[in-house]
């Protein structure tokens, strides 16, 4: 059997048994995590999450960079649209973990880390790629920094240690303003 076989196999199983078209598209733990796209490392595996109760953006590192402040953007739009309110109850994760697998581009592609940061690449220290609890400090800070999000929205910052299992809290859980 091949991969694709064995997806479409195991899609009939969930379809028979596990689907839910009742689902509402605003999350019901009214939850955004933000993580990263290292296969080791499902937020939903890792945090016990059923279907429909958070919404994850995954990109490469679980950082806060320019697409991903868009594509939060566009997903507060469509929670507006589907009667739900971003902002009071609402909590934003960002999740990074150890071993990630972003640092060899320090080395090998500095340009290409620098390009999808939008920043110089004499400027990519600053970002703390190589120590995944600073790096969840600087972007809980960033998150905290944007005044296009409410501020009322409560935001922390975890990272998971891939050879243990278990997911350290770097940055209580705190309003992203006063």
Aim: glycine share 8%.
């Amino acid at each position: 059997m091949n991969v694709i076989d064995t997806l479409l196999k195991r899609n009939k199983t969930f379809a028979a048994t596990d689907f839910n078209a009742a689902l509402n598209i605003v999350p019901s733990m009214k939850t955004m995590i933000i993580g990263c796209v290292d296969s080791r490392v499902d937020p939903a595996d890792i945090l016990g999450l059923q279907p429909g109760e958070a919404v994850v953006i995954r990109n490469v590192g679980g950082r806060i960079e320019p697409s991903t402040l868009h594509i939060m953007s566009i997903l507060g739009t469509v929670t507006k649209a589907s009667g739900g309110v971003p902002g009071t109850g609402w909590n934003l994760i960002v999740l990074h973990h150890t071993d990630c697998g972003i640092k060899p581009c320090l080395t090998h592609a500095p340009g290409l880390l620098a390009k999808y940061f939008d920043v110089p690449p004499n400027e990519l220290d600053k970002l703390a790629i190589n120590d995944p609890y600073a790096s969840v400090r600087i972007d809980v800070a960033a998150l905290k920094a944007n005044p296009q999000l409410p501020g009322d929205f409560l935001v922390t910052g975890l990272v998971y240690d891939v050879d243990t299992g278990k997911v350290q809290t770097v940055v209580p859980s705190a309003p992203l303003r006063p």
